[in-house]
């Protein structure tokens, strides 16, 4: 069993982790690493980490089944692509904006689900996405932000966000395999997958370098998995969710106080749209895991 924490402190730490993440995105940027470098290591040793921890549970890590195996690898496709997308979005554009146009992939796997599950085109998935991009087009195009030199960044953003609605979508192909099984492979495949950019990508650095990202963003990502499984046992999907949303205001507010990112009026009146659809779909499409 997943270390017994109360489910609502597990969903604080997995809230204050990923708002964080672009923090430590950018601490790793200046330390000359590259996003195939600093993914590739931080999946390979949280891998080991969790891999380590479940066996000694004698948690089943088994194969998957072969009707898992395709949903496992989208998912690790739209893991990899995600935070490799996000680390540009990160360290191009402010953090605010970044996590605003991430959070835009609840409509994105929504919208996904229409297609992939057949579900109904509803109205609350309409007036979200027109809420959404509203939200999207006041924050990233240069004639309505007050910020256009962020635009490349914010493109990467978006990006993120059809990366992580991919997640979403293959999650809910694999509803039937334990999430800590379906968390460990997919960590084992994206640090196959992102062998070969790490290979192709890596630079000179020194042994402390690798033992502090091997160390700090593996374990960061291990931590993340273990809160995000604990939590979710023990909160229905969306109370947690809402939680999860709060997310926003905190990475805004550390853009603001450790890097100086003033939040223009743009990027608040995007940020207002973007959550207020967000939140409509956590209230009316119960549906899927996070």
């Not at 730490?13 to 601490?27: D, E, K, P, S």
């Not at 904006?97 to 057949?118: E, P, R």
């Not at 192909?173 to 800590?180: H, I, T, V």
């Not at 160390?215 to 979710?232: H, N, Q, V």
Request: hydrophobic letters at 55%; glycine letters at 8%.
């Amino acid at each position: 069993m997943i270390p017994r924490i109360n489910p609502w402190l597990s969903l604080l730490g997995i809230t204050l982790l990923w708002a964080a993440y672009g923090v430590l995105v950018r601490f790793f940027e200046s330390e000359g690493f590259n996003p195939f470098e600093l993914n590739f290591a931080s999946f390979a040793a949280a891998t080991l980490i969790l891999g380590i921890v479940l066996a000694l549970q004698k948690k089943d890590l088994s194969a998957p089944q072969p009707a898992e195996r395709i949903p496992l690898l989208l998912y690790a496709i739209g893991l990899c692509s995600t935070n490799i997308a996000i680390y540009y979005a990160f360290t191009l554009s402010t953090l605010a904006n970044t996590i605003l146009l991430h959070y835009t992939a609840l409509l994105w796997a929504s919208l996904g689900a229409v297609i992939w599950f057949k579900e109904e085109l509803t109205r609350w998935k309409i007036i979200s996405f027109l809420l959404v991009m509203g939200g999207v087009m006041a924050i990233s195009l240069p004639d309505f932000s007050l910020n256009p030199s962020y635009f490349t960044g914010n493109l990467f953003a978006l990006a993120s966000a059809f990366g992580y609605a991919l997640m979403l979508l293959a999650s809910r192909k694999l509803k039937g395999m334990p999430s800590e099984k379906s968390a460990w492979y997919g960590m084992l495949a994206c640090t196959i997958l992102l062998a070969p950019l790490w290979l192709a990508w890596n630079s000179a650095k020194t042994i402390m370098q690798w033992a502090s990202v091997l160390a700090g963003a593996g374990t960061y990502t291990a931590a993340e998995s273990l809160l995000l499984m604990s939590a979710l046992q023990g909160i229905a999907i969306v109370p947690a969710s809402l939680v999860l949303v709060s997310e926003i205001p905190l990475v805004a507010a550390l853009g603001l106080l450790l890097y100086g990112e003033a939040i223009p009026l743009a990027t608040l009146a995007g940020g207002v749209l973007i959550i207020a659809g967000a939140i409509l779909l956590i209230f009316k499409e119960q549906t899927g895991r996070i």
